[in-house]
């Protein structure tokens, strides 16, 4: 779409700076993945501190910002500013942010998805590319495009939609569901009723209603994963959600969009990751966790069960409690409030 296109279709936006050969914009995207002719937003210094760490990156002069008109006004004057604005190809400035991205949002996500069928099986009309080795039970469907390796293994009940990839010696269990654009690698076992790439629960409030911000990001799992019983895994808003190598996740387990687990992390029973947080490989998240909206975890970090993690921990850390704390200081606070309770009594 080109800017006088977009402009025309949200009033709220306007241009700060254009190329001098125009600009069309391709897409939308994150910091987790940089493409030329998309566009990245800001709104927060969290995401002013992330642009300043990929200013050497190439690929963001062939790129754009759109700006919160606000917070704009709070950083124009910062050298940190200016330089973002000079390494950047195009910067559009918005009134009204979040009005402004939940129309995008739904303007690339019809992109994303013009001409496919979702209501028609790929191996009817030819598109699904599946090796003469896979097993696939009855009852299943594979949606346009759909790529199945070797001697994958397919139960009944089975969904996969359009645009989605089951690389070789992967099992999907029944009635799994895997929404458009998933990619599962080798030897990955998915077990029964599990969803992955579901819509993230994204919404911006504004003109007196909850508006539907479009999801169109992904799931990407990599090789030797296995992922137990009514999880769900949701899509990433506009790049893809992340699991990494040799993951093991169990029964009812829920992992939010953009989040990026890393390798051979262990998520048991119950634990629920809200979106856009980082999992830092070999971390253990025991029974019930509950990790807080973009949180990040270093290597090798413990959290026990039931705690509430709501900010960053460094790697090897212990932790647990509500809010989760290091494993001794939670202890001690344990045992004072017993001291006092029976001193009481």
């Not at 029973?269 to 966790?289: H, M, P, R, T, W």
């Amino acid at each position: 779409m080109q800017i006088e296109n977009l402009v025309s279709l949200d009033a709220s936006i306007a241009p700060l700076k254009l190329s001098e050969n125009g600009q069309k914009i391709e897409g939308l995207t994150t910091f987790e993945r940089l493409r030329p002719n998309h566009l990245l937003f800001l709104k927060e210094k969290k995401f002013l501190e992330k642009l300043n760490s990929n200013l050497n990156d190439p690929i963001l002069k062939e790129m754009g910002l759109l700006v919160c008109k606000k917070f704009l006004e709070k950083i124009e004057k910062e050298p940190s500013w200016l330089e973002i604005s000079s390494s950047l190809s195009f910067i559009l400035i918005t009134s009204s942010f979040d009005k402004s991205i939940t129309l995008l949002s739904k303007v690339y996500f019809d992109q994303e998805y013009a001409g496919i069928d979702f209501f028609k099986d790929g191996r009817e009309e030819g598109s699904a590319d599946i090796d003469n080795t896979a097993k696939i039970a009855p009852n299943t469907f594979l949606g346009s495009n759909v790529k199945i390796g070797k001697n994958v293994k397919i139960h009944s009940g089975v969904r996969i939609l359009a645009n989605s990839s089951i690389e070789e010696d992967t099992e999907i269990f029944p009635n799994c569901v895997i929404y458009p654009k998933v990619e599962i690698g080798k030897n990955c076992r998915i077990h029964a009723n599990t969803t992955i790439g579901s819509d993230g629960f994204g919404y911006s409030f504004f003109e007196g209603a909850h508006n539907k911000l479009w999801h169109f990001g992904g799931v990407v799992i990599s090789d030797n994963v296995e992922i137990g019983a009514n999880s769900i895994i949701d899509g990433g808003t506009f790049s893809a959600t992340k699991i990494g190598e040799g993951c093991k996740i169990d029964n009812s387990v829920q992992i939010a969009h953009n989040c990026q687990i890393g390798n051979k992390v262990i998520l048991c029973g119950q634990v629920g990751i809200s979106g856009s947080c980082k999992i830092g490989d070999y971390s253990l998240l025991a029974g019930k966790v509950g990790v807080g909206h973009n949180t990040t975890l270093g290597r090798n970090v413990q959290v026990g069960g039931g705690a509430l993690v709501n900010c960053d921990w460094p790697d090897n850390s212990v932790i647990t409690g509500y809010p989760a704390r290091p494993l001794k200081e939670w202890l001690r606070g344990l045992a004072y409030l017993r001291i006092k309770s029976l001193k009481k009594e």
